[in-house]
């Protein structure tokens, strides 16, 4: 089945640029996203690539994808303390099921 | 506020012990999901029902069972709980089925806690 990874934890400074990762096993999915989760609260998306995509813009936000690689990424530009969350990457397995990866925690400090 | 509504927020019973939670979808929407987040295992998807009936089966224990209404609300029957059943169980809605060719964004509930003691 498919298995989509990513690190558990990112800290970094307000004001720096985050970049959380994500590789992924299976390359059927049209559709890849990024969802949030802030403390106590139920996930969010943030956004999405199609996949026949390389680079998606989004104000601070930036979305790279790497198809050959299976990787994907979130790049988060002038990181506020605001942004602290759990974000997960996720893709469609066959069927209709969202794959999630465990979250990466970000953990911003001021 | 995603729409999608969850009850109750927090269950705490004994092993096994039945549970139910309920789940209302966002108005309009035909999809129901249901995951299970724990510390270990992250966000499992455990089974998905599309306008009454069931679409997709995950990682969902036999002890454990789902149903969507006629008014596309939805219910997940976990029974015979055990203490590894503590998790934060979240539904998501959708407006239409899915697929890997599809974009099909999910709003997520705000979870109920089931804690097993």
């Known amino acids: 089945g498919e298995d989509v990874e990513q690190s558990l934890f990112l800290s970094v400074r307000e004001g720096d640029s985050s970049v959380i990762n994500c590789t992924y096993t299976d390359s059927s999915s049209t559709y890849l996203y990024w969802y949030k989760q802030e403390p106590g609260a139920g996930l969010q998306l943030l956004t999405y690539i199609f996949s026949n995509m390389d680079m998606k813009q989004d104000q601070r936000l930036t979305v790279l994808l790497n198809k050959k690689d299976k990787h994907l990424s979130l790049r988060i530009a002038d990181t506020q303390t605001g942004d602290s969350a759990i974000y997960f990457c996720a893709v469609n397995q066959a069927g209709t099921a969202l794959i999630f990866g465990k979250g990466t925690t970000l953990s911003v400090s001021s | 506020d995603s729409g999608v509504t969850q009850t109750p927020k927090h269950l705490i019973t004994a092993t096994g012990q039945r549970v139910t939670l309920r789940c209302s979808p966002r108005s309009g929407d035909l999809s129901v999901y249901w995951y299970q987040q724990s510390l270990d295992q992250g966000l499992q998807f455990l089974i998905q029902?599309?306008?009454?009936?069931?679409?997709a089966k995950g990682n969902i224990l036999e002890r454990f069972s789902a149903q969507q209404f006629p008014d596309l609300h939805s219910e997940l029957n976990l029974s015979s709980l055990e203490l590894g059943d503590s998790a934060l169980y979240f539904c998501?809605?959708?407006?239409?089925?899915?697929?890997?060719?599809?974009?099909?964004?999910?709003?997520f509930g705000p979870g109920t806690r089931l804690t097993v003691l």
């Open positions: 029902y599309y306008n009454g009936e069931e679409r």
């Open positions: 998501a809605s959708s407006v239409m089925a899915g697929g890997p060719r599809s974009y099909n964004e999910q709003f």
